[in-house]
């Protein structure tokens, strides 16, 4: 066998034991960002929301069904929502557009202080006639406990935070509940360069706060669940090693 052959072997073994050694630490991440060098982030498939793992139907406390019933020389039906029907979404698989409109600021401050100051002091004086005698007993101590303590606690704490995002996105309609609300659910990605947006709205929205151009705030949206992220090289340089994370979480200190 050359030295060469044995040499590549070595460092084939060596190139092995280094990814096996990030899998355990990394979670295998590593192995999959070695594998994306000098390329672009990929964008996820489009698939059905309902049939991803972890997926769980939404279940909220519903009113009795009404019975559908029609009135003689009347077109109206009761338990109907509008006399002509229009084409803003109702049923599953229909999309509506979701205006994200997010302003919060909340500016917060308060302040806490405590103090406590305690003293005791107890002794003896004369025990069982030690003055009479000639000689005092010098055994017995003048103070037998004295004890000073003080405490005081201060404490301060602000919250000054601004938020703000504006945008829209067009979400699916996963499920209508038994009182006629839509479950929806959208998601975008946008990639710039080798950086990837990401928009994920979900939530409850009655029919009714759908305006007529097939819109909704998300002011109007029930358990609402909004996430504005992104994932890539730059999010990836932000985020501190996994070694770190891991000693942030173990040390106590």
Same mark, same amino acid.
């Given at each position: 066998?050359?030295?060469?052959?044995?040499?590549? !072997?070595? $460092?084939?073994?060596?190139?092995?034991?280094?990814?096996?050694?990030?899998?355990? +630490?990394?979670?295998?991440?590593?192995?999959? $960002? +070695?594998?994306?060098?000098?390329?672009?982030?990929?964008?996820?498939? @489009? =698939? /059905?929301?309902?049939?991803?793992?972890?997926?769980?139907?939404?279940?909220?406390?519903?009113?009795?069904?009404?019975?559908?019933?029609? /009135?003689?020389?009347?077109?109206? $039906?009761?338990?109907?929502?509008? *006399?002509?029907?229009?084409?803003? %979404?109702?049923?599953?698989?229909?999309? #509506?557009?979701?205006?994200?409109?997010?302003?919060?600021?909340? /500016?917060?401050?308060?302040?806490?202080?405590?103090? !406590?100051?305690?003293?005791?002091?107890?002794?003896?004086?004369? *025990? @069982?006639?030690?003055?009479?005698?000639?000689?005092? #007993?010098?055994?017995?101590? &003048? !103070?037998?406990?004295?004890? =000073?303590?003080?405490?005081?606690?201060?404490?301060? &704490?602000?919250?000054?935070?601004?938020?703000?995002?504006?945008?829209?996105?067009? %979400?699916?309609?996963?499920?209508?509940?038994?009182?006629?609300?839509?479950?929806?659910? &959208?998601?975008?990605?946008? !990639?710039?360069?080798?950086?990837?947006?990401?928009?994920?709205? %979900?939530?409850?929205?009655?029919?009714?706060? @759908?305006?007529?151009?097939?819109?909704?705030?998300?002011?109007?949206?029930?358990?609402?669940?909004? %996430?504005?992220?992104? $994932?890539?090289? @730059?999010? =990836?340089?932000?985020?501190?090693?996994?070694?770190?994370?891991?000693? =942030?979480?173990? +040390?106590?200190?």
């Amino acid at each position: 066998m050359s030295p060469f052959s044995s040499a590549s !072997r070595l $460092r084939r073994i060596a190139i092995s034991a280094l990814l096996l050694a990030s899998c355990a +630490l990394g979670g295998c991440s590593s192995i999959d $960002r +070695l594998s994306q060098i000098g390329e672009q982030p990929k964008l996820s498939a @489009i =698939d /059905n929301p309902t049939t991803q793992p972890g997926y769980k139907p939404v279940q909220m406390p519903m009113p009795k069904p009404e019975v559908a019933s029609y /009135n003689p020389n009347s077109l109206w $039906r009761n338990g109907s929502r509008a *006399f002509f029907k229009d084409q803003r %979404a109702h049923q599953i698989g229909d999309l #509506l557009t979701v205006t994200v409109n997010i302003t919060d600021k909340a /500016n917060l401050s308060n302040e806490t202080q405590r103090s !406590r100051t305690a003293s005791e002091d107890s002794g003896i004086t004369d *025990f @069982i006639g030690s003055k009479t005698v000639t000689q005092p #007993l010098k055994i017995l101590p &003048g !103070r037998l406990l004295t004890t =000073d303590s003080s405490s005081s606690a201060d404490g301060k &704490g602000s919250v000054n935070r601004t938020e703000a995002l504006q945008t829209n996105v067009a %979400a699916v309609v996963t499920q209508v509940l038994p009182n006629g609300n839509l479950v929806v659910e &959208g998601k975008q990605e946008i !990639r710039v360069n080798y950086e990837i947006r990401e928009l994920v709205v %979900a939530g409850i929205v009655r029919p009714e706060d @759908i305006q007529s151009d097939n819109t909704i705030d998300s002011s109007k949206i029930a358990q609402a669940r909004i %996430a504005y992220g992104g $994932r890539g090289q @730059i999010m =990836d340089v932000q985020q501190p090693r996994y070694g770190q994370q891991v000693m =942030d979480v173990l +040390l106590p200190f």
